[in-house]
């Protein structure tokens, strides 16, 4: 019963460079997500999904490009790192049938950029 | 005006007290309603969603003013355990992006 699973779940990069984060989730939702948290703020919403092959941006798409070609996986690209994309990155995906649906997160992947 | 708006804190409260959170959203369209619980370093977790009657949990008990456009989380009995940060979510009507407040800390003292 693994839920939303985030790898890594720590990583530290210099700038310039380039990595993508992994999100699956196992329990066929439909809709996905990425949200970025940085310290002592709430999260704000990277990009979406509301299916696979189907993405759209969030609050803060640029620096960012994201894929979902299944509906399990939601994969999160950096290519070019920089000190301002520092922050702790969740994972989400929820079941979208009705409104009061909730959104299940991963446990989180913590991104330095140096 | 931010989508989603909350008093950051901290609330100090001792053991056994009564705490209540508000949270203001700007979109009158807005669905849905959530408060979720984040502890330190911890990916959020549902709290208990917010619905239009007002709903109880236990210790918890939720409110959702449309007209006012707020939401309320009222704790009753404090526990040290519920010490952690209370993350005010709006669900936005029509695209079902979850919009998070920056959140509510708590910290109760022994």
């Known amino acids: 019963n693994a839920g939303v699973t985030q790898t890594p779940k720590f990583r530290i990069l210099k700038i310039g460079q380039s990595m993508t984060l992994q999100c699956a989730q196992d329990?066929?939702?439909?809709?996905m997500y990425w949200y970025r948290q940085d310290p002592g703020m709430g999260l704000k919403l990277i990009y979406y999904?509301?299916?696979?092959?189907?993405?759209d941006k969030g609050e803060v798409p640029n620096g960012y490009n994201v894929s979902r070609s299944t509906t399990e996986d939601f994969p999160l690209r950096l290519e070019l790192a920089a000190p301002s994309q520092t922050s702790v990155y969740f994972c989400?995906?929820?079941?979208?049938?009705?409104?009061?649906?909730?959104?299940?997160f991963g446990q989180g992947t913590r991104l330095t950029v140096v | 005006r931010k989508e989603v708006e909350q008093d950051p804190g901290p609330f100090n409260v001792p053991e056994g007290a009564t705490v209540a959170f508000n949270c203001t959203y700007s979109?009158?369209?807005?669905?849905?309603f959530f408060w979720y619980r984040q502890d330190c370093r911890k990916e959020p977790k549902l709290l208990m969603s917010?619905?239009?009657s007002g709903n109880e949990d236990g210790r918890f008990t939720a409110q959702l003013n449309r007209a006012s456009q707020y939401i309320s989380l009222l704790i009753r009995d404090s526990k040290l355990s519920d010490s952690a940060t209370y993350l005010c979510?709006?669900?936005?009507?029509?695209?079902?992006?979850?919009?998070f407040g920056t959140g509510t800390r708590l910290k109760v003292l022994a």
């Open positions: 917010v619905y239009s």
């Open positions: 999904s509301v299916g696979a092959g189907i993405t």
């Open positions: 979109n009158s369209a807005s669905q849905s």
């Open positions: 979510v709006v669900n936005s009507s029509g695209t079902y992006k979850y919009i």
């Open positions: 989400a995906s929820s079941y979208v049938v009705h409104k009061n649906t909730e959104a299940f």
């Open positions: 329990m066929n939702h439909n809709y």
